[in-house]
């Protein structure tokens, strides 16, 4: 998962239209040159993505410790 933007990121349309059209193309070229073998690229929300994620039934471990131990 990787996200893109931020709370005020696409204020103007346009900007946002650009900005999600590079992203399209970005996306297609690395599918046609075939350079993410592995992985399948979807643009979609984040509420899509948990979603699929969700739906794949699997189990995941959770890190209970501390991540600032200092």
């Given at each position: ?8 990121f696409f ?5 946002a239209?650009?900005?999600y059209?590079k992203?399209?193309m ?6 046609d040159?075939k350079?993410?073998k ?5 643009i979609a929300?984040p509420?899509e993505?948990f ?5 794949t ?9 501390d991540f600032?131990?200092y």
């Amino acid at each position: 998962m990787m996200i893109y933007g931020e709370d005020f990121f696409f204020k103007e349309i346009n900007e946002a239209r650009y900005n999600y059209e590079k992203l399209e193309m970005m996306r297609d070229y690395l599918e046609d040159t075939k350079m993410i073998k592995k992985f399948k690229i979807i643009i979609a929300t984040p509420s899509e993505y948990f979603e699929a994620i969700k739906k794949t039934n699997k189990k995941y471990s959770v890190y209970n410790g501390d991540f600032f131990p200092y």
